[in-house]
């Protein structure tokens, strides 16, 4: 069964401070690996897409890793923002474009 | 470039009744998307439309969801009739062929 699972379900930190969300992915065949940043009430936007022979891949304060062997990526959000306060959603790739969704994380960053 | 339209942003009904929602793509993408995100969960993919063709819609629940794409550019989905497990938000996508797709602000839907 094709699926993604993040954790944690939620976190909240400081202004400031760094954060490193999970995921672990199980799809074949994998494409690609993606993260999308979903403000409340709004579509989720594009953070990076990360092809099997890719392990890192920066987007300003983001950062995705990504390991093809053991199925897991990470998004490290560096000097968070209260603008980074959002849901963070891993995406796997199949061929043919075909998308599994993660439940997402719910990051709350607090001044 | 404008983005991915989608319109009523926000719509209430009651169960039993027919709602529809609109999407217009950003222009030039042939791949467009519905997805249905219900809350706390990741979007789950409805239907999926290649031009005014279907590639994929073996999640959608045919006996009352319906969808079309006239002309292989804007698309509207029709749910009759609503059920309370219908309530969630319903996102438009578009995408040219295996690129990143592009997510419209969405319609959320409550059913009482």
């Known amino acids: 069964k094709n699926q993604v699972e993040q954790s944690p379900q939620s976190l909240i930190i400081l202004e400031g401070k760094n954060c490193t969300l999970q995921?672990?992915?199980?799809?074949?065949?994998?494409?690609?690996l993606r993260w999308y940043k979903q403000d409340t009430g709004r579509g989720p936007v594009s953070l990076t897409i990360?092809?099997?022979?890719?392990n890192t891949k920066s987007n300003g304060r983001y950062t995705a890793t990504l390991d093809a062997d053991t199925k897991q990526s990470s998004l490290h959000i560096t000097a968070s923002q209260l603008s980074d306060s959002a849901s963070y959603i891993c995406v796997a790739a199949l061929y043919g474009n075909k998308l599994v969704f993660g439940a997402g994380t719910i990051l709350r960053v607090k001044s | 470039e404008a983005g991915v339209a989608q319109s009523p942003r926000y719509k209430i009904i009651e169960k039993r009744q027919s709602v529809a929602f609109w999407c217009n793509p950003i222009s030039g993408h042939a791949t467009l998307y519905w997805y249905q995100q219900i809350l706390g969960q990741g979007p789950k993919l409805l239907i999926q439309?290649?031009?005014?063709?279907?590639?994929?819609d073996s999640q959608l629940p045919k006996d009352r969801f319906s969808a079309e794409r006239l002309k292989g550019v804007d698309s509207t989905l029709k749910i009759q009739p609503a059920k309370l497990e219908d309530s969630a938000v319903y996102l438009c996508a578009s995408s040219i062929g295996q690129e990143t797709q592009y997510f419209g602000p969405g319609t959320r839907l409550l059913v009482l």
């Open positions: 995921c672990n992915y199980t799809v074949s065949p994998f494409s690609n």
């Open positions: 990360m092809t099997f022979s890719e």
């Open positions: 439309f290649q031009n005014n063709g279907v590639v994929d």
